[in-house]
């Protein structure tokens, strides 16, 4: 079942998330639908408060980068309750862009690693580090379940010049070719 993106303007996106229970008889089938639903609205990467579900869940595809990075031509993953442990590496900008604020694209600083322990869909726990373009996409995702958005790491300037796009966003302005949520008002 293809979930609804809960959009920029709905408070769930700026909610911290609550950690899984390992005994959540649901947690199958919601990994199940956020694949399909990443899949159809052609995301890398897809968090739970994305589809309205305030719970420590991301899942990432990111085979589309194995071009650049060979190592990502099998990258798919999901992280249940993950945790950054440290970021380190030079800092380096790319362009981001997010199913919860369609039609807008910026360029991001990040930390080029990340050091993650997390459970995997099998309850698996596993310390990691990831780099590169999995790296990136682990903050981005890892973001949504601390209630940030990646605007928020834009200057003031940046964010003013974009307040008309998101209120469009928020009032339901936009139709990307997914299915939204458009906040309650």
């Not at 609205?41 to 990432?60: C, E, K, N, Y």
């Not at 600083?109 to 698996?124: A, W």
């Not at 580090?129 to 928020?152: A, C, M, P, T, W």
């Not at 469009?168 to 939204?180: C, D, E, L, M, S």
Request: glycine share 6%.
């Amino acid at each position: 079942m293809k979930y609804p993106v809960t959009v920029y303007g709905d408070t769930l996106l700026r909610k911290k998330a609550k950690k899984i229970e390992k005994n959540d008889p649901q947690i199958k089938e919601i990994i199940e639908n956020m694949w399909e639903t990443m899949y159809y609205s052609d995301g890398v990467g897809l968090a739970a408060p994305q589809v309205g579900l305030s719970i420590r869940l991301f899942l990432i595809d990111a085979q589309s980068g194995a071009e650049e990075e060979p190592e990502l031509a099998d990258f798919k993953k999901v992280f249940i309750n993950p945790k950054i442990i440290e970021t380190a590496g030079d800092e380096w900008i790319m362009n981001e862009g997010c199913l919860s604020l369609p039609e807008i694209r910026e360029d991001v600083s990040r930390p080029d690693e990340v050091r993650l322990k997390y459970l995997d869909e099998n309850f698996i726990e596993h310390d990691e580090n990831f780099k590169g373009f999995s790296g990136r996409v682990i903050q981005h995702e890892y973001d949504h379940l601390e209630g940030i958005l990646f605007i928020d790491h834009l200057s003031p300037l940046r964010k003013r010049l974009l307040k008309s796009k998101l209120s469009a966003i928020a009032t339901g302005k936009v139709r990307p070719h997914y299915r939204i949520k458009i906040p309650a008002k």
